[in-house]
């Protein structure tokens, strides 16, 4: 028996979950800064501005719990991947972007060394990524993805042929694979939830069940009072689209996992996979896992990619036929789980740009300042954005403030029913290009795909 949503396996079996959650806010007050949004960007934002300047008055508002968010559902991939690094290579040149990758390469180190420093223990192990080819087409791919990342100064990034790929991790039908260092897997929600205690050490003032509904400049609005500060930072990611003024603004897209059971040492010796890499894959709906350290796989990707409307969240419940095609896709990679019990199912919401890059922001005049846009790869990404927020909230011109996606911006979203109809129609050619570079091994991505990647900014 699947339980589907409780908001996500990580929460579900947590065993302080049942910790009184944090007062709310109980009338107007006043802080320095204050951080709408009680996830990795919101509470990493806290945390830098308070450990940089102790005397500054930090307030953070979260609609419903510390964690609610993609920060306590993700996949745990603690990795360097950034949304949007090449088209800042078009727009600022490569000099620009190889500063950008060289910082979120430094930022998976930032985040072990910071979650050890406040004993934050979040399952972390480092073991690098490791993402497969399983079609000629997906190693063509491969292929110029690895190259890429070595012109990005990844000079430790190595590639796998299919028997080396084997050897990592048993995936069937596997052709090859590009591993790369710079990656650990996490707990989501251990990391979340330590990071919110160490706020909380700190002296920062954490309110949970208060929603804002209105942010303008110097001041956030919740039912319950306003806050009134300088500076007003939006961090709110997949849910930007429910605050007024911002419907169009990031898009919620829809990522859904399952989890397995705990599986034992003699089926993880058929897996040949020992030293916790996570893994992905070069299919256009691409895939993702980790080995949990209760030694279970989770494993996310396919599902209902958007809402109509933007609506976002129902606490995590998926769709019965994202379940189904998740575990297919799980057998598929591991034949010999075939009938393996998943023991949970859920889904959260990741913001998407226009332009499909993250971003930090700013607005000196207004003290409104923002940070997000990760599509997939925020675990990492969040950290870095949190300490050029600070650096820009502080007034000060460093070598975070500098990179290319500080002040990054991008037009809005189509109106509904387009934006709807345009992503439905995204994701049914990635599924049918999936469909057809599987059936017919063709070595080159089908013109479908990169037609798709074009009309949607992806690329
Ligand atoms: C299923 C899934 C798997 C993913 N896997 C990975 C992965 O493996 N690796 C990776 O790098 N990235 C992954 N991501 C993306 C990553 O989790 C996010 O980019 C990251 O957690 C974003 O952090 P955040 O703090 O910006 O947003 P969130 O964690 O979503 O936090 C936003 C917070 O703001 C609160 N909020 C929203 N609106 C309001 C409001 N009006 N008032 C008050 N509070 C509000 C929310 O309740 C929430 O707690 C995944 C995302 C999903 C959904």
Redesign the pocket.
């Known amino acids: 028996m699947t339980i589907n949503g409780g908001i996500s396996f990580w929460y579900a079996t947590d065993l302080t979950a049942t910790r009184p959650p944090r007062p709310p806010l109980t009338g107007d007050t006043t802080a320095d800064v204050v951080i709408?949004?009680?996830?990795?960007?919101?509470l990493w934002t806290a945390y830098y501005l308070k450990t940089a300047a102790p005397d500054l008055r930090v307030t953070v508002?979260?609609?419903?719990f510390?964690?609610?968010?993609?920060?306590g559902?993700?996949?745990?991939?603690l990795?360097n991947?950034i949304a949007g690094r090449d088209r800042y290579a078009a727009l600022h040149g490569h000099q620009a972007a190889l500063r950008l990758q060289r910082a979120v390469n430094d930022t998976v180190t930032e985040v072990i060394d910071t979650a050890a420093e406040e004993g934050i223990d979040a399952d972390i192990h480092r073991g690098g990524v490791l993402e497969v080819a399983r079609t000629p087409a997906q190693l063509s791919r491969l292929k110029a993805f690895h190259a890429a990342e070595l012109g990005f100064g990844e000079s430790d990034r190595e590639l796998f042929d299919a028997t080396e790929t084997h050897r990592r991790i048993g995936v069937a039908d596997a052709v090859g694979s590009s591993w790369t260092p710079h990656g650990a897997r996490i707990h989501p929600l251990k990391l979340v939830k330590g990071l919110a205690a160490a706020c909380e050490r700190l002296g920062v003032v954490l309110h949970e069940n208060?929603?804002?509904t209105e942010i303008a400049p110097r001041r956030a609005i919740t039912p319950y009072g306003t806050v009134r500060a300088p500076y007003v930072l939006r961090?709110?990611?997949?849910?930007t689209a429910?605050?007024k003024g911002h419907k169009r603004a990031w898009l919620p897209m829809n990522?859904?996992?399952i989890v397995t059971a705990p599986i034992p040492e003699s089926t993880w010796e058929a897996l040949n996979w020992s030293d916790a890499a996570t893994l992905g894959d070069m299919a256009h709906a691409y895939m993702?896992a980790q080995r949990t350290a209760d030694d279970r796989i989770a494993i996310?990707g396919r599902g209902v990619p958007y809402r109509y409307g933007s609506r976002t969240d129902n606490d995590g419940t998926t769709q019965e036929r994202t379940i189904a095609s998740l575990t297919a896709l799980l057998t598929s990679f591991f034949p010999v789980l075939a009938g393996t019990e998943i023991t949970h199912a859920w889904?959260?919401?990741?913001g998407v740009p226009r332009d499909w890059c993250a971003t930090v922001t700013l607005d000196a005049a207004t003290g409104l300042g923002w940070a997000?846009g990760?599509v997939?790869?925020?675990?990492?990404t969040?950290n870095l954005a949190a300490r050029t927020l600070r650096d820009l909230v502080l007034g000060e011109r460093t070598d975070l403030t500098t990179l290319p996606w500080v002040n990054h911006r991008v037009r809005r979203w189509e109106p509904e029913p387009f934006r709807w109809l345009g992503v439905q129609a995204l994701y049914a050619a990635y599924r049918e290009a999936d469909r057809h570079e599987t059936a017919t091994h063709t070595p080159t991505t089908t013109p479908l795909a990169r037609l798709a990647d074009r009309i949607s900014g992806r690329h």
């Open positions: 709408v949004g009680g996830g990795y960007t919101g508002l979260e609609q419903k510390c964690g609610y968010g993609a920060s559902r993700n996949g745990g991939w990795y991947g208060t929603p804002v961090c709110t990611e997949g849910f429910a605050l990522s859904s996992m993702y996310g889904s959260g919401v990741l997000g990760y997939g790869s925020g675990v990492a969040s």
